[in-house]
């Protein structure tokens, strides 16, 4: 009797960091793994910045499928790549790497998955409004450009660091063409009654530093701002319950972090993301 040979070679995928032990992307991509009957593995890696180098001939020699890159390493491992994509480069930041014919190319998905949250989580066009975002770093430039490209009229940047803040914009202004805005963040912002989007791309009120909140007033903006959190542990900040008590509706970070990671697994993979399987993992995972 002829016996099936066995397939005990698992693709393997993760997160580079530093600190990354409390990341929970592995909980959702793995779920997602195991839905579509993958035999995919998502490791959780703590990379120091002088070791990013060789963790990524790490990457090459292992065959790995597909990495994600957080604190510290968006814009350090550009140079270790063997490309990056268009809308990485506008960004000038890279959070998702996918091995194409043995090429490693480098993505932005964080932009994407903000933007797939704010059109089908809270239902709302981003065509035409005026949107206010706080933060000048990696995520702030990664939903500032999706935002512009999806066609807001108006984008404010706020930033404490001016020269940082100023440089965001220029970027912007030159790889999308649209009109840009800078403030410089010194004093509490009182966002306007004309506003439409309200963005925290800071992680002021991240886990540990739950009580911790960005400075803004909402006491002038219009019933229905829509305030949206890049923070997603907790999923609830002190910013969205300041929102949800005066009856804004809200975006928390945790449909950011799904979308994103729905769209680096059918990357990696070329298969369509099980988004609810991904969702239900992740919301369990902070809730523990």
């Not at 729905?262 to 969702?279: D, N, Q, R, S």
Request: contains cysteine; hydrophobic residues 45%; proline residues 5%.
């Amino acid at each position: 009797m002829d016996i099936m040979p066995r397939n005990y070679k698992a693709e393997l995928t993760g997160v580079f960091g530093q600190p990354v032990a409390e990341n929970p992307t592995g909980v959702m991509q793995e779920a997602a793994f195991a839905a579509c009957g993958l035999n995919w593995r998502y490791l959780t890696v703590e990379v120091p910045s002088e070791q990013l180098a060789d963790a990524f001939r790490g990457v090459r020699a292992m065959g790995m499928r597909g990495i994600n890159l957080t604190i510290p390493h968006k814009v350090a491992v550009i140079p270790l790549l063997d490309g990056i994509s268009q809308e990485a480069r506008i960004i000038g930041a890279v959070n998702t790497v996918v091995r194409r014919d043995g090429a490693l190319i480098g993505e932005n998905t964080d932009g994407k998955g903000f933007l797939r949250g704010v059109q089908q989580d809270a239902g709302v066009d981003p065509r035409g409004k005026r949107v206010a975002i706080l933060g000048a770093g990696g995520a702030a430039r990664a939903i500032a450009t999706e935002l512009l490209l999806a066609g807001v009229a108006e984008l404010h940047v706020l930033n404490r660091g001016i020269e940082r803040g100023l440089e965001m914009v220029s970027d912007l202004e030159r790889n999308t063409g649209a009109r840009v805005r800078f403030g410089p963040w010194t004093n509490t912002y009182v966002v306007p009654s004309d506003m439409d989007i309200l963005v925290n791309a800071t992680s002021i009120g991240l886990y540990p530093d739950v009580h911790a909140i960005p400075d803004v007033s909402l006491a002038a903006a219009k019933g229905d701002l829509l305030v949206c959190d890049a923070v997603f542990n907790p999923p609830v900040t002190r910013l969205l319950a300041l929102a949800k008590d005066r009856g804004m509706p809200t975006l928390d970070g945790l449909s950011m972090l799904v979308y994103q990671g729905v769209i680096g697994f059918e990357m990696w993979t070329g298969l369509k993301a099980p988004e609810a399987v991904m969702k239900e993992a992740l919301r369990a995972a902070l809730a523990e």
